[in-house]
């Protein structure tokens, strides 16, 4: 897990666009969801105009049959030319028929993948935007909704990021091990969404980036709002404590803070890299604390 303390500010100064894929950025999971969900759509309403013209032209096909016997009379009444006609007219209908059963078992079928993909749907969104050990939010909802969400904030709100980093974290793994590491990780996204669920805060996320590194996004509180809650959160974490096995210990957390506000900020990784270089300056200001400028 990366460990911020041990390497310079320089060694994280590339650019965090270049961490997504070749394949996110031609292929996006929601892209391509959202591309399923619009085919599936186009395929049940095409099914849907097909099953109406089938059911016409078979209407058609019966009014034609009733007609010809009426001209014709009935089948052993008939020349050998009438009898010809007669014997297409019928073939004719036994297709229609057959088409049209066809189309019902394909309507019940488009159906069944209706139905299994708006009951998988949310799963599948669970398993884009969700963290695996911590159950948070991950980064591909930073990279897939970040944009919307600086883009739906208002002007004199703007958008807000702060990174939370665990102070000492690589020597919480070292001394005490991995498995209470990952208690670390786990408790630090219990506290933080139970508390952006207690204040009511459905814009408001957490996200866990990728190992330690952990990053808290809102476009619904003003920058002012935001620090105070970063406040709330810390003294939170620091109360709280840790039990793995044998072991009961507590964390602290430094927060760098950064808002789209009053600033030439216009992107989310714009924001991203600027509280990223706030918190190495809670990190050298002597941790557990925030720095919002």
């Known amino acids: 897990m990366r460990d911020r303390e041990t390497y310079p500010a320089t060694k994280f100064s590339r650019r965090a666009e270049d961490q997504i894929t070749p394949e996110e950025k031609i292929y996006p999971l929601r892209f391509i969801i959202d591309y399923v969900a619009e085919k599936k759509n186009l395929l049940l309403a095409l099914e849907g105009q097909s099953m109406h013209q089938a059911l016409d032209i078979q209407a058609i096909s019966e009014e034609i049959l009733r007609k010809g016997k009426k001209i014709y ?12 006609m007669y014997d297409l007219m019928m073939k004719q209908q036994k297709m229609i028929h057959e088409l049209t059963v066809g189309l019902t078992e394909k ?7 209706d139905n299994m993909i708006r009951q998988a749907h949310p799963f599948i969104l669970r398993l884009m935007f969700r963290d695996t050990l911590t159950d948070t939010y991950n980064r591909y909802f930073f990279i897939s909704r970040g944009k919307e969400l600086l883009k739906e904030a208002l002007p004199e709100i703007g958008f807000s990021l702060a990174f939370l980093d665990i102070d000492d974290f690589k020597r919480c793994n070292d001394v005490y091990g991995h498995d209470f590491g990952d208690e ?3 408790y630090l996204c219990r506290t933080v969404n139970y508390s952006l669920q207690r ?3 459905n814009h408001t996320y957490f996200v866990r980036m990728g190992g330690d590194e952990f990053i808290l996004i809102s476009n619904e509180l003003s920058f002012a709002n935001f620090t105070q809650l970063l406040g709330k959160l810390q003294q939170r974490i620091s109360n709280g404590s840790i039990q793995c096995e044998d072991i009961k210990e507590s964390i602290t957390v430094s ?4 808002n789209s506000a009053d600033s030439s ?4 990784w714009e924001v991203y890299r600027q509280a ?5 300056k809670a990190k050298g200001g002597g941790k ?6």
């Open 276 to 280: 990223d270089e706030r918190l190495y």
């Open 265 to 268: 900020l216009k992107t989310p």
């Open 255 to 258: 927060i760098g803070a950064a």
């Open 288 to 293: 557990n604390c925030i720095v919002c400028d």
């Open 73 to 84: 009379g009935e089948p052993e009444e008939m020349n050998e030319q009438d009898r010809q």
């Open 184 to 186: 670390a990780l786990k």
């Open 199 to 201: 204040h009511c805060l």
């Open 107 to 113: 309507s019940l079928a488009f159906e069944d993948i």
